[in-house]
């Protein structure tokens, strides 16, 4: 699925990857600046803070632990493993954080994904019930967030032309989750082991892992990634710049003119795409926010900056229903065929996958004349724009996954609004550091009963504006680039995709291919924050 990172092979000459300059490399999570694709196997550990009130007083004493076994590992270049780790409001409450300093969060994230409006926005339940884009029963996990004091206080009952407001329910999941560890390891008995370990480590500190799933990346002879439905993964990612900050061949990365984005984007106290420095949360100043290394907040007198070089973490488990998928693609095949056998002969199934997606299954974009050749690097091109290439979408079709998850400059109404439709396109885009879970299916047409999917994360510092934004004003949206009634063909629920062709235009019924199975807002803290938070 797209928006994610195409990791080069490990040897393979690719094209100039960004960096960040130190000491900001230091400071930051690997994970932001890396895939970790020489680290081919995974796991994601879902924890959840049992204590009691003795363990309780020292909330941060089992990051400090995880710290000997997992140590998380910063940007400054690569390590023989990795580790990454995000904390939900809750987890970070029951850690002990300061009160003000929980309030100082964004409010997606103190409301967290499983607030109602939240949900419904996201295309995952409506009116009290789980939409068939969720697996049957609702979701497994989530951070079971309580609800915000403003949606149970006086003003839960403020009057509107109805009367009263009805006073907001609180949604929760079997599984509560209050962090994620993610691990990269070389094989499956390294992590195996690693795993273990971690475990061994965590429990004297009443936390233990509720969920977990295998994590893999395997590549391609070219070093591209694929996901189950057998598509490239992560051929468009967004690619940040600030002078003296960021990186790319030794020299400052440049603001490059497709997907360039300032670092602010993707990095709290940063210079964001509305020239605002990217807001985070901030403490109270003291020892500790000192001995931790964090900086004094520069509009915050009498604080300290706990969110500046830390992201939010969007995750969502998504199960992939690999075989209704390839089913549904070779019915559309035959009943067009059937329909239509004197201007159909092209059309196969991987003809309507590849229009579903929007790319051919090597990720190379399609095109009017076909698909847009690799580059220089022997990689899918992203340096592209829809208006001049495809603007009616007789390649690349309108409503397809990829031009939905990226639509570029193919909005606008007018050639002088290009440039302008563009860069407002920048300003929703998510950085992304999905892997996929699961065995890969022996026969893609037959249900093998087996779970396999993608754990979908990215980064971003304002929830709302981008990944809220990409999926209800784009990925789900009836009415996107002039179209009626028809949503993200691939993540999207039941529905319908129309493909422009000439003379005819070719209409076709898609079932509901991915269901959400879990998902949280997470805070990915720098290594100064990580360092504070195993003080409290």
């Known amino acids: 699925m797209d928006r994610g990172p195409v990791s080069s092979a490990p040897g ?18 690997g994970m932001v600046v890396s895939g970790f694709a020489t680290l081919p196997t995974g796991r994601a550990l879902f924890l959840a803070f049992g204590w009691d009130g003795a363990l309780r007083d020292k909330g941060g004493a089992w990051l400090a632990a995880l710290q000997g076994v997992a140590p998380i590992t910063d940007a400054d270049g690569k390590d023989p493993r990795s580790a990454a780790i995000g904390l939900t409001w809750e987890g970070l409450r029951k850690m002990g954080l300061g009160a003000n300093t929980l309030a100082s969060f ?21 009116e009290g019930k789980w939409l068939e884009t969720v697996i049957p029963g609702g979701p497994k996990w989530s951070g079971n967030t309580p609800l915000d004091a403003a949606t149970i206080g006086d003003d839960a009952h403020a009057f509107d032309e109805d009367g009263p407001a009805p006073a907001e329910q609180r949604v929760t999941t079997p599984v509560t989750v209050h962090a994620l560890l993610l691990l990269y390891e070389a094989d499956e008995a390294s992590a195996d082991a690693w795993c273990a370990a971690v475990s061994e480590t965590l ?18 002879e070219r070093g591209i990634a694929r996901e189950h439905f057998g598509f490239a993964d992560g051929v468009s990612q967004p690619q940040p710049f ?20 300032p670092l602010g984007e993707i990095l709290m106290g940063h210079k964001n795409g509305h020239n605002e420095v990217a807001a985070g949360p901030v403490v109270p100043d003291g020892d500790a926010a000192r001995s931790a290394g964090l900086k004094p907040h520069p509009r915050g007198e009498g604080f300290f900056d706990l969110g500046l070089n830390g992201s939010y973490m969007v995750v969502r488990e998504l199960k992939q229903d690999v075989a209704a998928f390839w089913q549904s693609m070779r019915a559309n095949a035959a009943r067009i065929t059937q329909d239509d056998p004197e201007h159909s002969a092209q059309i196969d199934q991987d003809w309507i996958a590849s229009r579903v997606v929007g790319r051919d299954r090597d990720g190379n974009l399609l095109c009017p004349a076909g698909t847009l050749p690799p580059n220089r690097y022997d990689q899918p091109d992203n340096e592209f724009g829809f208006w001049d290439r495809d603007r009616l979408g007789q390649g690349c079709p309108l409503g397809s996954h990829v031009r939905r998850g990226n639509p570029r400059d193919g909005l606008a109404p007018t050639p002088a609004d290009k440039q302008t439709l563009l860069d407002a396109s920048k300003n929703h885009r998510i950085l992304r550091r999905a892997r996929k879970f699961g065995p890969t299916i022996a026969d893609p047409t037959v249900d093998d009963g087996v779970d396999r999917g993608l754990l979908f994360i990215c980064l971003n510092t304002d929830i709302t504006r981008q990944f809220e934004f990409v999926q209800q004003t784009w990925v789900l949206n009836p009415n996107f680039a002039t179209l009626y009634d028809e949503v993200d063909p691939l993540i999207g629920p039941k529905g319908q995709l129309t493909i422009p062709e000439t003379p005819l235009r070719r209409i076709v019924e898609v079932e509901t291919f991915v269901q959400m199975a879990g998902g949280e807002y997470f805070f990915l803290p720098s290594m100064p924050a990580l360092r504070y938070l195993e003080a409290l």
């Open 106 to 126: 964004d409010r997606p994230f103190k409301e967290g994904m499983f607030q109602e409006d939240r949900l419904r926005r996201l295309g995952d339940r409506r």
């Open 12 to 29: 393979a000459k690719g094209p100039p990857s960004w960096k960040l300059a130190p000491p900001y490399d230091a400071d930051t999570q």
């Open 203 to 220: 429990a004297p500190h009443g936390v233990r892992v509720v969920h977990r799933l295998p994590l893999e990346l395997r590549l391609d």
């Open 242 to 261: 600030e002078a003296g900050v960021v990186t790319m061949g030794g020299a400052d990365a440049p603001n490059d003119p497709w997907n360039g984005v």
